[in-house]
Nanobody
Framework: QVRLVESGGGLVQPGGSLRLSCAASGFTFSLYVMKWYRQAPGKERELVAAIIGVGDTTNYTDSVKGRFTISRDNAKNTVYLQMNSLKPEDTAVYYC?????????????WGQGTQVTVSS
């Protein structure tokens, strides 16, 4: 059974930091592109960051570049999102996603989400 379990969300003041974790099970973690998405109230879900394979390649949406860092530990089947210099506009539910395409099939798994609130 595939599971993605996020943790680490919470309430933080502007300028603060949080580290999100996503523990994966039920699939071959190292073969998947791991991503973090977020969805703010009334807005569409957006891709925040992605990391491929052993972690050599990462991508970020422009609004988080220089503040957020995605990383993965394939031995622990876990992906992380270190979020620094948080702003109120970072407030959203953050979702972990695992994606892979293989032999013409797409494999796409989601976690349940963790709330991040940036407010004074």
């Amino acid at each position: 059974q595939v599971r993605l379990v996020e943790s680490g969300g919470g309430l933080v003041q502007p300028g603060g930091s949080l580290r999100l974790s996503c523990a994966a099970s039920g699939f071959t973690f190292s073969l998947y592109v791991m991503k973090w998405y977020r969805q703010a109230p009334g807005k569409e879900r957006e891709l925040v960051a992605a990391i491929i394979g052993v972690g050599d390649t990462t991508n970020y949406t422009d609004s988080v570049k220089g503040r957020f860092t995605i990383s993965r530990d394939n031995a622990k089947n876990t992906v992380y999102l270190q979020m620094n210099s948080l702003k109120p506009e970072d407030t959203a539910v953050y979702y972990c996603n695992a994606w892979r395409t293989f032999a013409g099939n797409n494999y796409n798994y989601w976690g349940q989400g963790t709330q991040v609130t940036v407010s004074s």
